[in-house]
């Protein structure tokens, strides 16, 4: 059978000058993404995945200093408002889609209302149709320490 195809809808671009403008972005994102499941983040290392991650997961509700990068423990679950957030990290899983993709599995297995998903590359082909990329650059044009582009598509 062949895969249902997903479509892109809305596609946005953002700018971004520092951390706290990126948890913005987050954080108002999350008021049209909360219920759609799956974000899968995109970029390098220090691109600010999980500066972004931080970003959603406060807006929802969540204090500060309760997110830390799950690199060491790939799922890291999250209590906010009644609803349980997974953060899943798949650092380091670029050569073992199938296992990136267990990994997931794994995270979603207890329904979390949210799945935010850092190394989504790493998926390789179980990336899943319905999701939303969230695609972070350093800024190549601009000062690089701080500056960022950022896109992020939603495929329904
Ligand atoms: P990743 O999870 O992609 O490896 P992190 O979010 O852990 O990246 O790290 C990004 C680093 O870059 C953090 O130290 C953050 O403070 C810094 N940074 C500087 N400018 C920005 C920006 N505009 N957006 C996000 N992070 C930024
Ligand atoms: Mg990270």
């Known amino acids: 059978m062949k895969p249902k195809k997903s479509k892109a809808s809305a596609k946005k671009h953002f700018k971004t000058k520092s951390p706290e403008e990126t948890k913005q972005i987050a954080a108002d994102i999350m008021k049209e993404l909360s219920h759609k499941g799956i974000v899968c983040l995109f970029g390098t ?72 998903v850092e190394w989504a590359e790493n998926l390789g082909p179980y990336l899943p149709a319905q999701r939303t990329d969230v695609k972070l650059a350093h800024d190549a044009m601009r000062d690089g320490e701080s500056a960022r582009v950022i896109e992020i598509v939603t495929y329904e």
């Open 45 to 116: 290392l220090g691109a600010g995945k999980t500066t972004f991650v931080k970003g959603c997961l406060e807006g929802l509700g969540l204090a500060a200093h309760a997110v830390k990068s799950p690199t060491y423990a790939y799922i890291r679950e999250h209590e906010v408002g009644g609803k349980r957030v997974a953060h899943v990290d798949l650092y380091r899983w670029e050569r073992n889609h199938a296992v990136a993709s267990a990994l997931l599995q794994q995270a979603m297995e207890r329904e979390p209302h949210l799945t935010l």
